[in-house]
């Protein structure tokens, strides 16, 4: 058995379903689907924002625990501001994880749950171990400063688990090969004015759409869950919506115009040779 497998029977808890339903629910409409979610998502950054902050506390709590270990009780104000620094540092980054998180279904939505649980644990033992160094208390203190070390630990696992097991937060167009050369789609009357149409180039899915007879093509699974993109709305800005979570991209060059996903989709040149319609990577 390999530390993987004891993760397993976290993704089967279905019984934390109902509140991963509810709290997601309240996450989802708390963020909305505009700005708000794109800066939280880092849409803005072009990578997630979440991994990215969870550098800080991490550091901060880890700077502490080794002067709490070595610097004697002379670095005790010492450790005790790293870890208020790090308690403060889990604000931004809880909330990005939880924008995130709503996004997520099934055993996804189970393991961000017990991960979110086991951050706000290891975050209450931080806070025991401040206040007892303040009282006095070291040996107390570093007892409690160590169990939030490991359960912190666990949850950095959990997150490791979502992202490289589960794919949560990568880009979903990059293990597709699009092809680089000149391939046949469709027949040019089968593709209608204002209306997308997904066809497949040597396996890839493409999304077509054709405005005032200029056909754009970009990739039709979303980059930030997968989401079929030829089920979505085309605005009038020649946008089109994902139909899961509202992501937003350009049908030009495929640039998102709104998260929460991150990556822009693939986008393909088009052209018509003998009534075909062709499309390859630029």
Known sequence: MGVRDLVRPVEGMAYLDPLGEWLGGVVTRLTGGGAVKSVLSGTWLGHP???????????????????????????????????????????????????????????????????ALANAGSSSLFIAAVLNRRAGNRGVARVFNLAGMGVLAVSGYLGGHLVFARGIGVDHTVFEEAPTEWTRVARDEEVASDTPVRVTAAGYGVLLYRDRGLIHAIASRCSHAGGPLDEGEVDDELCVTCPWHGSRFRLADGSVTRGPATAPQPSFAVRLSDGNIEVRLP
């Open 49 to 115: 924002l979440h991994p990215v902050l969870t550098d800080v506390p991490i550091g901060l709590f880890t700077a502490a625990s080794v002067l709490d270990l070595c610097g004697g009780k002379r670095a005790d104000d010492a450790t005790n501001a790293l870890t208020v620094f790090g308690l403060l540092a889990v604000a931004p980054t809880a909330v990005t994880g939880l924008s995130d998180w709503a996004d997520t279904v099934g055993p996804e939505k189970r393991l961000g749950l017990v991960h």
